[in-house]
């Protein structure tokens, strides 16, 4: 559910990809654990129920979510009104993380103790490829990379950034707070908690709630500090918009507006094809 709200911000054609969930989820499983034909089943008939679901319950409200948001961006945004924006883009993660927890519970229920040992495994693979990329690197290689990223990112939906508007995003980048090691021990204290709970699978009424509990606190950080960082980068990162925002050319607001109606379209069109 996360990934689809992910998709829809990277800029990627989200229709398409959309439309073949139904094979590129089991194949990003496969990077996790290696399922047997009759879990495969299993997975296809969750995942097109999900999808079903999904389709009829959430796309209709992300369509009318982008629309208001483009309708509110034709005369610039303030800072309150990005920050209500990202607001309800977390909360559409939150709400379908958490709806996933029974499909997902009732896969984990059906693995063999030698996957239960090739997931661990795939993710302390996982640890290490996150250590090599976001805590390895110098701070300085870091934050250009972080640069780059942010400017790839708004240019997919403004078309190309001018030198001001890409210094500015450099700038952020200076002021940002690395938090790559405080979200991996996060990450590794998830892990753990996730350990104990598939050691609880003869009991199914309690993975389900217990993965549910533990999908809901999937972000939490390890200590007071990175949380006081974490909220100070969330304040950096609604100035640059709003200051990305204040300079944008009527030519780029125009293409953020289609940009955005293109979407919303994209998403009434699938929940009306069911």
Not at 18 to 43: A, K
Not at 79 to 89: F, G, K, P, V
Request: with cysteine; proline share 3%; aromatic share 10%.
């Amino acid at each position: 559910g996360g990934a689809i709200i992910l998709l829809l911000l990277s800029g990627c054609s989200f229709k398409l990809i959309y439309n073949q969930l139904d094979w590129v989820v089991p194949w990003y499983l496969d990077d996790y654990v290696s399922i047997n034909p009759e879990q495969s089943l299993l997975l296809d008939q969750r995942l097109g129920d999900y999808l079903y679901w999904h389709r009829r319950e959430h796309l209709p409200d992300y369509a009318q979510f982008l629309d208001d948001l483009a309708t509110t961006a034709e005369n610039g945004l303030t800072r309150d009104e990005i920050d209500q924006a990202l607001t309800r883009l977390r909360f559409f993660v939150d709400e379908l993380v958490s709806e996933l927890a029974r499909p997902v519970a009732d896969l984990m229920l059906h693995l063999e103790q030698a996957q239960i040992e090739e997931l661990y495994d795939n993710l302390d693979q996982r640890n290490q490829h996150y250590h090599e990329r976001y805590v390895a690197p110098p701070e300085k290689q870091r934050r250009q990379k972080r640069s780059e990223g942010m400017i790839k990112f708004v240019a997919r939906w403004v078309t190309e950034l001018d030198s001001q508007q890409k210094a500015r995003i450099e700038r952020w980048s200076e002021q940002y707070h690395p938090l790559g090691d405080a979200f991996l021990e996060s990450r590794k204290y998830w892990q753990s908690q996730l350990r104990k709970l598939l050691e609880q699978r003869a009991k199914p009424d309690q993975i389900e709630v217990g993965l549910t509990r533990l999908l809901q606190q999937r972000s939490n950080l390890p200590d007071a500090e990175a949380t006081k960082k974490y909220e100070q980068n969330v304040e950096l990162l609604l100035q640059l918009y709003l200051d990305l925002d204040r300079s944008l050319t009527s030519y780029q607001r125009n293409q953020l507006i289609r940009n955005l109606r293109s979407y919303a379209d994209d998403f009434r069109e699938l929940a009306a094809t069911g």
